[in-house]
């Protein structure tokens, strides 16, 4: 059984840095895209970051030049360095990723449980 799980949120002011990590685990095959997303209180889910096995990344417009995604193959993990937070970072964080488990020939959609991200003073 997959599992996805995030690490690393927390409390920070604004101005500061968090780094958040996800590892995925179990019958994994191969992994295409991995990627952040973000759901702050009443709104919708939104995709922060995303980045494919070969490396090119993509972002949101709102985090632009202060997150940075990484990924691990070998570990099938993935990371956002986030700096300069705004109070408007806060969300719950969600990794995803779209992968093959062994002995299927597709690729699926999972997610982690999620990691609170507060940015305040």
């Known amino acids: 059984q997959v599992q996805l799980v995030e690490s690393g949120g927390g409390l920070v002011q604004p101005g500061g840095s968090l780094r958040l990590s996800c590892a995925a685990s179990?019958?994994?095959?191969?992994?295409?895209?991995m990627g952040w997303y973000r759901q702050a209180p009443g709104k919708q889910r939104e995709l922060v970051a995303s980045?494919?096995?070969?490396?090119?990344?993509s972002y949101a417009d709102s985090v632009k030049g202060r997150f940075t995604i990484t990924r691990d193959n070998a570990k099938n993990s993935v990371s956002l360095q986030m700096n300069s937070l705004k109070p408007e970072d806060t969300a719950v964080y969600y990794c995803?990723?779209?992968?093959?488990?062994?002995?299927?020939?597709?690729?699926?959609?999972?997610w982690g449980q999620g990691t609170q991200v507060t940015v305040s003073s």
């Open positions: 995803k990723a779209h992968l093959i488990e062994y002995g299927r020939s597709w690729y699926e959609a999972f």
């Open positions: 179990g019958s994994i095959s191969r992994i295409n895209d």
């Open positions: 980045i494919i096995s070969g490396g090119s990344t």
